[in-house]
Nanobody, 116 residues
Framework: QVQLVESGGGLVQPGGSLRLSCAVS????????MGWYRQAPGKEREWVGS???????NYADSVKGRFTISRDNAKSSAYLQMNSLKPEDTAVYYC??????????WGQGTQVTVSS
């Protein structure tokens, strides 16, 4: 059974940076587009951005120009580099397949808190 493990979250001041990691156990990572998602308190989970199997990326307007997604197929891992963080970026961040059809069970996520 595939497991998703997100890590790298923490407390950061506005304007700071964090790099999140997503490790995917089991098979199937290399051929799947991967997405990053986040869920703020009291809100629904939202899409942050995606990276295709060959590396093409797309981002939500709210993070475009500040966040960068990358992947390492050899390590079955995806990454989310977050720069110029804002308080409104505070959320639990998750990774999963970009396509709902190929999605695995959600992992625990990693908490990102942006506060002074």
């Amino acid at each position: 059974q595939v497991q998703l493990v997100e890590s790298g979250g923490g407390l950061v001041q506005p304007g700071g940076s964090l790099r999140l990691s997503c490790a995917v156990s089991g098979s199937g990572f290399r051929l799947r587009a991967m997405g990053w998602y986040r869920q703020a308190p009291g809100k629904e989970r939202e899409w942050v951005g995606s990276i295709g199997a060959l590396g093409s990326t797309n981002y939500a307007d709210s993070v475009k120009g500040r966040f960068t997604i990358s992947r390492d197929n050899a390590k079955s891992s995806a990454y989310l580099q977050m720069n110029s963080l804002k308080p409104e970026d505070t959320a639990v961040y998750y990774c999963n397949a970009a396509s709902r059809e190929y999605r695995w069970n959600w992992g625990q996520g990693t908490q990102v808190t942006v506060s002074s």
